[in-house]
């Protein structure tokens, strides 16, 4: 065999390994792809469900609305209403920022920043809803109250005193414990990030 033939043979050998380890690395980052896309879903659908939920709330309160005769109660309604639309869009949008890192385009490092960034913003939302669902447990319960007619219970002091202080702990608990399990979801999305 002549050197030139080696030469040859060698370049030929030689592109079909790059050609392969081109394709090994397209399918990595497809598969890793997948599986980010699949572990934010995790968090995407609860989400989804917990937005429409609000909706729906929110939309039997503006209908429910002109039925409200007491100004105090309209205030509180359109502050639940408020809450209920803007909350969902927040936390779906911050998500969303989440999900839409390119994982092929973009170098490691950069990925990785966009993705703490987004992070970062929807923990940040995830415990405003902490707060703001403590304040909609307050708020919802005397419009609903009058628009069903049963103003009883909440005149009650043993109402305000026990039942609306373990409504409230209650939701915090839950509340703690959707953001531990949202927490593990998106370290495991990152650490699937970083070790590309």
């Not at 509180?76 to 869009?89: G, R, S, V």
């Amino acid at each position: 065999m002549e050197l030139e033939e080696m030469q040859t043979l060698w370049a030929d050998l030689s592109q079909k390994i790059e050609k392969q380890d081109k394709i090994q690395k397209e399918l990595l980052m497809e598969i890793t792809k997948q599986k980010f896309k699949k572990k934010l879903d995790g968090i995407r659908l609860p989400e989804m469900i917990g937005s429409v939920v609000c909706y729906i709330y929110a939309m039997y309160l503006l209908s429910k609305f002109p039925e409200l005769d007491l100004w105090y109660n309209q205030v509180f309604a359109m502050i639940t209403i408020l809450i209920l639309t803007l909350l969902p869009l927040a936390s779906l949008s911050a998500l969303k920022g989440m999900r839409n890192v390119k994982i092929e385009e973009d170098a490691p490092a950069q990925m990785l920043e966009k993705f703490a960034k987004s992070k970062i913003r929807f923990l940040n939302v995830q415990r405003y809803g902490m707060i703001f669902g403590g304040l909609i447990l307050v708020t919802i319960l005397p419009p609903i109250s009058e628009i069903q007619g049963n103003t009883d219970l909440i005149s009650k002091p043993l109402f305000w005193a026990i039942y609306l202080p373990a409504g409230v702990l209650s939701m915090f608990f839950f509340s703690k414990w959707a953001l531990g399990k949202y927490k593990k979801v998106i370290a495991s999305s990152e650490q699937l990030l970083s070790e590309l």
